[in-house]
Structure formats: C-alpha cells, structure tokens
C-alpha cells in the first residue's frame, strides 16, 4: 500500500515539475492512472476467482509492478529520459515530454497501475478467506483491521516517503517505493505455507452469460406463478453450477424476467436441455444479486470523485500557501494528504472497540451498524468536505497575505471521516453478497467506483472547462474555471460548490437504492434469532417435488 501510494499521491507534482505537462494535463493524467489501477481490480478479480487463485495472481502481479516502479525510478535518474530542467512556475513555456521519453513515462507508469490494479482486490479477500463465513463478527473486525494497514502505510507513504521525494528527489522516492513492494512479496511469500487458499473454479462469467441467454431464448415463455415449479437443481454437467456450488440461494421476486430460465420444457419425451438453455434458481439467483448491487456502487462514483480532487487540486492549493511550519522547515503539500490517516490511525481502533460495542447493544448487529448504514454516512458527510474546500479556496483567492497550508487541513479531514465509513462500508457489502467463486470479483467492484470516480473526474474537468469557456468568451472574452494553469486566475472554488451539490443530490439518490435494495436470505450473514435451517430443509424439500410444466411445442 506505501509503494503505490508513494507514486499516486504525489504524481502530479512530477509530472507538472518534470514532465512539464500543463496543470489540467498533469491533474487528468494522474486520475486516468489512479482509475485504471482501480479499473483493473476487475481483471485481478476474474483472473484469481476464474483460473489462478488469490495469492497466484498477488504473486504474479506483486512482479509486475516491482518493474513498473523500478523503471519510473531509472527514468527518474537519468536526465537525457526526461524533458530539459525548467521552472513551471514563473511562467517560463517549458518543452513538454514527447517521443520515447513519454513512452518510457506511460509504459512504467502503467506497469504500476496492471500490477497494483490486480493486487488490490485479492489482498481483501484472500485475507477475508482466512475466516469462516459465519464468523461475522471477526469478519468485520477484519475489514476494520486491513482498513487500518491501509491508513498506516498511506501514513508512511505522505509523510516520510513524500519527504524523501521533495527533498532527495523522485528518482529515491521511486526507488523507496520499489524496495517496498519487494519487501511485501517476500512477506507474501513466507507465509505461503499457511494460508488457506481458495481454488480457481473456471470462468465466472460463463454462468451469468447462461442466464441471460437462456432467459432470452426462453422470452414468450409464461413464469409459472407458483415458484417451486421452477427448474431448482441442475443435473446437467458443465459450468452452470460453478457459482452455486456451496450455497442454495432462495428464489426472490426481483428481475422476474430472469426466472424464465428457469423453466423446464418437455419436447417430444426429451427433458435434458442444455445449460445455456436451462439454469437454476440458484444460478438465476446468483445474476439478481449482482444486477441489485448495480446501483448501489453506482452511487459511490461521485464519491470517488471528490477523492480526485483532494489528490490533485487540493494538492496545486497547498504550492500558493505558505507551508513554512517553522523558519527552516516547510511542509511538502502533498503531506497534507497525511492528515487524514493520522486521524484515522487513532479513530479507526476507536470505532471498533467503543463504536461497534455500543451500536451492537441497539442493533442487535456483529458489525454494530449494515453496512449499507455505514455507506450512507459517508456518502452525507463526504459532502462538506467540498464545502469546506470551497470556502477555504474563496478565502485564499481574496486575501491580502498567503495564508497557512493548514487552512486546507479540514477538507481533508473530513473526507478522512467520510471514507472511514463508505470504504469499509462498501468491502463489507460487496464480500458479503459474494459467493464461493467470486469473492474476489464482487470485492473487485469496490476498487472500480474508484476508477470510474476518477475517470469522472478528468471528464468533469474537461466538461467544466468547455461550458464555462464558452460562456465566459461570450460574456467577457475570459477563459474556463480550470483552463489556466494559474488557480489565481481558476475558478476552483466554483468547481467545489458544483461537487458539493452533485455530492448532496447523489446522497439522496444513495437512500432511493438502499431502501430498493434487499439482500437474498441465503446470503444473510447475521442471522436474526431463528437459524435459517429451517429455510434450508424447506427448500431441499421443494426440490424433492419439483413440477415439470409441459407445454405444446407446436405453440
């Protein structure tokens, strides 16, 4: 975690000084690579739960972006791979990189990004596979744990690792980073012996594309109205149950259209169909959960979103203020980032042992709060923290004197707080919607509101600088909110305002979906004072008097 953030957080103050990329530039170039990394957990996650495992596809990918950082910190060294020194920041139009030097750039930085990217979601949940799924309670003191590790090598990586680049340059910072991500896969290694690992279980797209297509080819078909006439167990061979190999999913009545795979047709004597013809509720099951938690993680893009811009632009903010803390010691503004993960070093042990304890007593709950609870709040308090950049940006623009960096601390604390509760809130919600066979994918899905977070991000910016230039020519003959490469001349602080009133509407939006959203029971993972096996005996009792539906194949 301190390697890649090592190079994230601070990227755009290389690629701005060295690269010589203007602002706008440099601040899309760093949200495109921090949402590919993000982007990518999708491709870490399929690769482990399909074909490799969780700690194969760390150990290969733990390699790859050991030379992506390795490179980045060659390139970093040697002058004649980088653009001719220049000072950016009086005004002076520097020779940007181009040919083999950007190439050199973009080919190391997104080694990093397909090694983090493929990483990150098997680190949740092959540390997650440790436990057993009914241990909810040390489940979500895991996730608490792991979100701490997190915090503290972020710790690590803004302040000492952000130190060293500012100070003895970025080509030591790089190799700091790599000689980190070394560390971490001796470690990964050493502990082989003992993991429990999780087998690949083939392709796990195969059996949703099954639904789907079984569901369409199925489409005039009438849905029985008594659900235990649907098709429950599969006697077929091939994939379709690879997804439901350990668990029984109960038939809900969300998606209906869905259930058509499910019915079973007798032609002609013939009742074997094939498996992209005839799926289980199981199966069919398997597909609702994923199609319910759709709009759930859509509602933690913009969230994501606002990340952005306290890596980048709340970063640009720190370089007008004055970052002396004393006479000789100056405050790297990309250290600022740190003081949210200070905060959370302390809070976080905090919320789980006197937050969860005391919620537990109300909620009846392992967790103290669901996590969807958890998510919401976030996502509400994720909102003042624009508030706050917005303010703290209008004040900085309209004072006589350069104020203190630390002005621009609480913004940063508060979305501290705020991705406490949505981070955490949203690993456990999507773990705990997964099934043997796509822990890793579902927990992927995490990593992938960052990406499109940040990819909207450099798609707003490009939107706001295209509307706002437009008009302002129209009006006055000046240029877009963010189209200079001066925050003097910008206009952040109105970009601000816009992301906190997209935060507040999107927050409302968020509350329309998790009171839509109901959990399958069979994934229920806090059972209420009745065991479910009750529920479990009925349904292996349905399956004993499954209905086969004739229907004339002349129709």
Known sequence: MMAIAGVGNNLITYVFNEMHFSLSKSANTVTNFVGTVFLLSLLGGFLSDSYLGSFWTMLIFGFVELSGFILLSVQAHVGELRPAKCNVSIGVVCEEAEGYKAWIFYGALYLVALGSGCMKPNIISHGADQFDVKQSKKLSTFFNCAYFSFCSGELVALTLLVWVQTHSGMDLGFGVSAAAMAVGLICLISGSIVYRNSPPRGSIFTPI??????????????????????????????????????????????????????????????????????????????????????????????????????QTFSVQQGTYMNTHLTRDFQIPPASLQAIPYMMLIFVVPLYETAFVPLARRFTQRDSGISSLQRVGTGLFIATFSMVAAAIVEHKRRNSDKMLSIFWIAPQFLIFGVSEMFTAVGLIEFFYKQSIQGMQSFLTAMTYC???????????????????????????????????????????????????????????????????????????????????????????????????????????
């Open 449 to 555: 509101s960052y990406s499109f977070g940040f990819y909207l991000s450099s798609l707003l910016v490009s939107f706001v600088n295209k509307v706002t230039t437009s008009t302002s020519t129209s009006t006055s003959g000046g240029g877009g909110w963010l189209s200079d490469n001066d925050l003097n001349k910008d206009r952040l602080d109105l970009f601000y305002w816009l992301l906190s009133a997209l935060s507040l509407i999107n927050f409302f939006n968020y509350l329309f979906w998790s009171k839509w959203y109901s959990c399958n029971p069979s994934l229920s993972h806090t059972p209420p004072i009745t065991e479910p096996r009750q529920l479990v005996q009925d349904d292996l009792e349905k399956q004993t008097s499954i209905t086969i539906i004739n229907y004339n194949t002349n129709r």
């Open 209 to 310: 594309a099954q639904v789907f297509v079984a569901a369409i080819s199925k489409r005039k078909q009438i849905c029985p109205s008594n659900s235990e006439m649907l098709h429950v167990t599969n006697t077929t061979s091939g994939t379709s149950t690879m997804i439901s190999n350990n668990v029984t999913l109960i038939h809900t009545e969300k998606f209906k259209f869905l259930d058509k795979a499910c019915i079973k047709i007798q032609n002609n004597g013939m009742t074997r169909e094939s498996p992209w013809r005839l799926c289980s509720v199981s199966q069919v099951e398997q597909v609702k959960v994923l199609l319910s938690v759709v709009p759930i993680f859509a509602c933690t893009i913009l969230f994501n979103t606002i990340l952005a811009q306290l």
